[in-house]
């Protein structure tokens, strides 16, 4: 009866823990114990069955969902399928934002793939968290998913699954609150199972992608890279229009974006070198400080050299960068001083520098997106 009474309790815009197990007598482990599997759904509609029995609608892993109580002298609740909630072969208006977003459709998780994993039998729900809550929180304290200041103690190792599960959220969410410019969203990532893809398995990450797509005021790169074994990644770089920002900016939003898209970053895999990584993490908006924090955490490389040369591809000025303390600077030569005696000498005309190398030996030139 437990499950039935913690359904009474259930609200629109909450998160439930769902334990779930198959309930038709397969799944059984060697062991001689039923499979169980933890997954996450949130409650977007509460109603009554046929039957006259509560019954929660919502979404769980791109699929749209029913749980219902099973009434008096049954355990438990049963989790039932009503479809894929983003459709991959249709045109129905309530999807076409997803067109806008190039290269995504072709690769989406196909429905039968997603259902074929679904358990049905529910002996175990937890309310975990709320929209509403999460939003609370966003305007408390919008740090962990914008600037990640409190990096050091918190942002590199998240050991709370609901915190881990809602990450994505939050920051699509900070995105459309303007608390923050620049948000990186995994849309495919092909070395993962099609049942497992991001943007379905974090609550509401595809309600808020949906609501920035659709905001005036955001606009946003398509970010597709193939890793060595050609599984395809595709991502969104979203960001806000100029105009548009909460706090004074130091780097460009839309250059910030078309140089995260430059590089084919994906939000679930890191970026190739370590320059590379720096760069991404700058353009996300994230402190220097907390950028090197995070790949030492990782136990990457780190040279000054990636932070300064990610600050001209950037744009961003050396007093600027000075307000990240604690970061290493790289020494300049003083200029050059001329005496009243001296002629100062018509400047010579400006000469791209050379290419870089990086770690892997291959040439860089310009700044990306330049």
Known sequence: MLVAKTLLTVREGDLLSLTVTPGDGGGHLASGEDETREIWMT????????????????????????????????QGARLGVAGPVLARGTTSPKDRWIES?????????????LERGVLSSVTRVAVVASLDRLEQALE???RPWTTGLSSPTRR???VDPVESATQTAGELLALLKGKRDVALCQLHAGWLSPDQQPIFTSPWALAMLKKCVEDPCI??????????????????????????GATKRSVDPALAARTVAALG??????????????????????????????????????SAMYFARARRTLGVAESVAVADAGMPRVAKKPPATTTTAETPQPAA????????EDEAGEKRGQAVGE
């Not at 991404?280 to 400080?289: D, H, K, P, T």
């Open 101 to 113: 977003l190039v290269g995504w459709r072709d690769v989406m998780s196909r429905p039968d793939d």
């Open 219 to 244: 606009n946003f790169e398509m970010s597709e890279s193939d890793d060595v074994e050609a599984h395809a990644g595709i991502s969104v770089v979203l960001y806000r229009a100029a105009e548009t």
């Open 156 to 158: 590199a190792v998240i």
């Open 265 to 302: 970053a994906q939000a679930d895999c890191p970026a190739v070198t370590p320059y590379e990584r720096v760069l991404v993490g700058m353009a996300l908006g994230y402190s220097e400080r907390d950028v090197a924090y995070h790949h030492k955490n990782e136990g990457g490389a780190f």
């Open 43 to 74: 409650v977007t509609k509460i109603s009554t069955s046929t039957g006259g029995r509560r019954q929660l609608e919502g979404e769980s892993n791109g699929l749209r969902v029913q749980l219902i109580d099973q009434g008096r002298g049954l």
């Open 349 to 356: 005309p400006a000469i791209s520098e050379a290419p870089e």
């Open 140 to 142: 408390q304290d919008h």
